[in-house]
């Protein structure tokens, strides 16, 4: 018997998985627990593992191809028998059970989980006008019909939903969606799809439009906690990272998050820190800074950066944070930058690069609905406090 492999879900927010590569092949013997395929998600390449001891079978999905979660994408059979009895997608007319499996899920049309998922674009194509795509005649329900007229929209350029009709959260989709750029009368172009995590980080950026912002900026002393991190031997910006804990602490407004419901207001400091990861960026974050040590911490971010390199951070080390942390500072031509609030966060403090005075522009961009200008002036003051403070090295 055949046992189905699923795309698994692996992140709240996954709706589909790219399936990168089988590290094994079929009629290979696996063990429940072995890995037999990598995914790449929107932050990281997860492993695919057997649930339950056999011998992988075909027909197997094919590689680099987004895949919806939940879907097949290959077998696991009783015995090797079994595993390489038509291994391939077959060609006469007994087609087996497993093969229809797939071949149904790869024609039925996959109903996107939200509306804010957009289908994987083509490598490489050649992009049509709107009046090549879309017939000018467009079926909808009579209120998406008013809806559209009321917004000024044309029913034409909606795509329609599942059943062929443009139905109001169409509509309303359209509305949200982000205006595509008018390339045609410009240069000769070709559209690259994203990868997994660059997309993931366009959807959540264009995601925090709707958060009321406001920005405060502060000149702080970096010289003299740069110099007391070497002697402690741990980063500048897990220094930072802790002052900023110990800020929130002493300031909980910023531990909050800002719901339907009201102030989530967190009973742990968690802090997220971007940090660049090929062509993407990721936010592992660092749990529960308010009660650890900096020795604790630095040993907890040195793992964390390594498995950020290797891109095999799992959700839970990315996700969950409610204040940020961009360090630029690095970079000495960086004298000043904003930093976008992630969804659910309630500011995140934005490191520019140290002058000749030991000093670095910082600007706190907060959530309007969390807290108040006052709010971000008491935090800045509080942490320029910390950083020429024994306190921090306690």
């Given at each position: 018997?055949?046992?189905?492999?699923?795309?698994?879900?692996l992140?709240?927010?996954m709706?589909?998985?790219?399936?990168?590569?089988?590290?094994r092949?079929?009629?290979?013997?696996?063990?429940?627990?072995?890995?037999?395929?990598?995914?790449?998600t929107?932050?990281?390449?997860?492993?695919?593992?057997?649930?339950?001891?056999?011998?992988?079978?075909g027909?197997?999905?094919?590689?680099?191809?987004?895949?919806?979660?939940?879907?097949t994408?290959?077998?696991?059979?009783?015995?090797?028998?079994?595993?390489?009895?038509?291994?391939?997608?077959?060609?006469?007319?007994?087609?087996?059970?497993e093969?229809?499996?797939?071949?149904?899920?790869?024609?039925?049309?996959?109903?996107?989980?939200?509306?804010?998922?957009?289908?994987?674009?083509?490598s490489l194509?050649?992009?049509?006008?709107?009046?090549?795509?879309?017939?000018?005649?467009?079926?909808?329900?009579?209120y998406?019909?008013?809806?559209?007229?009321?917004?000024?929209?044309d029913?034409?350029?909606?795509?329609?939903?599942?059943?062929?009709?443009?139905?109001?959260?169409?509509?309303i989709?359209?509305?949200?969606?982000?205006?595509?750029?008018?390339?045609?009368?410009?240069?000769?172009?070709?559209?690259e799809?994203?990868?997994?995590?660059?997309?993931?980080?366009?959807?959540?950026?264009?995601?925090?439009?709707?958060?009321?912002?406001?920005?405060?900026?502060?000149?702080?002393?970096?010289r003299?906690?740069?110099?007391?991190?070497?002697?402690?031997?741990?980063?500048?910006?897990v220094?930072?990272?802790?002052?900023?804990?110990?800020?929130?602490?002493?300031?909980?407004?910023?531990?909050?998050?800002?719901?339907?419901?009201?102030?989530?207001?967190?009973?742990?400091?968690?802090?997220?820190?971007?940090?660049?990861?090929?062509?993407?960026?990721?936010?592992?974050?660092?749990?529960?800074?308010?009660?650890?040590?900096?020795?604790?911490?630095?040993?907890?971010?040195?793992?964390?950066?390594?498995?950020?390199?290797?891109?095999?951070?799992?959700?839970?080390?990315?996700?969950?944070?409610?204040f940020?942390?961009?360090?630029?500072?690095?970079?000495?031509?960086?004298?000043?930058?904003?930093?976008?609030?992630?969804?659910?966060?309630?500011?995140?403090?934005?490191?520019?690069?140290?002058?000749?005075?030991?000093?670095?522009?910082?600007?706190?961009?907060c959530?309007?609905?969390?807290?108040?200008?006052?709010?971000?002036?008491?935090?800045?003051?509080?942490?320029?406090?910390?950083?020429?403070?024994?306190?921090?090295?306690?």
């Amino acid at each position: 018997m055949k046992h189905p492999i699923v795309m698994p879900v692996l992140s709240d927010t996954m709706d589909t998985g790219r399936l990168t590569q089988w590290v094994r092949s079929v009629g290979d013997k696996v063990q429940k627990g072995e890995a037999v395929a990598e995914v790449e998600t929107d932050k990281a390449v997860l492993e695919v593992e057997a649930f339950r001891d056999g011998y992988l079978a075909g027909p197997l999905a094919p590689v680099d191809q987004d895949i919806p979660v939940k879907q097949t994408i290959g077998f696991l059979a009783d015995t090797a028998e079994e595993a390489l009895d038509n291994a391939q997608t077959p060609t006469s007319p007994q087609r087996t059970e497993e093969a229809k499996i797939l071949e149904a899920q790869a024609s039925t049309p996959q109903v996107p989980m939200s509306t804010n998922s957009a289908p994987p674009s083509p490598s490489l194509t050649v992009v049509p006008t709107p009046d090549e795509v879309l017939p000018t005649d467009r079926q909808a329900s009579p209120y998406a019909r008013a809806l559209a007229h009321d917004l000024g929209l044309d029913l034409k350029n909606i795509a329609p939903g599942a059943d062929g009709i443009v139905h109001a959260a169409e509509v309303i989709a359209a509305v949200l969606s982000p205006a595509t750029p008018p390339l045609d009368y410009g240069p000769p172009y070709r559209i690259e799809s994203p990868s997994k995590s660059r997309d993931a980080v366009a959807r959540s950026m264009a995601a925090t439009v709707s958060t009321p912002t406001f920005r405060v900026s502060a000149r702080l002393p970096i010289r003299e906690v740069q110099r007391q991190a070497n002697i402690h031997q741990v980063s500048l910006t897990v220094a930072l990272s802790k002052a900023c804990a110990m800020t929130i602490q002493a300031y909980p407004r910023f531990n909050a998050a800002w719901t339907a419901q009201g102030l989530a207001v967190r009973d742990r400091v968690d802090i997220g820190i971007a940090v660049e990861a090929g062509d993407s960026l990721l936010t592992p974050v660092l749990r529960d800074m308010g009660e650890k040590s900096l020795a604790a911490i630095q040993t907890e971010w040195k793992a964390l950066l390594e498995r950020t390199k290797a891109a095999r951070l799992l959700p839970p080390e990315y996700s969950g944070a409610t204040f940020y942390l961009s360090n630029l500072g690095v970079y000495p031509i960086v004298k000043q930058f904003d930093a976008v609030v992630p969804l659910g966060a309630s500011a995140i403090l934005a490191i520019a690069a140290m002058d000749e005075e030991g000093t670095a522009d910082c600007t706190l961009t907060c959530d309007h609905r969390v807290v108040f200008g006052a709010d971000a002036a008491h935090f800045l003051t509080h942490l320029a406090g910390l950083l020429v403070s024994s306190d921090l090295w306690q």
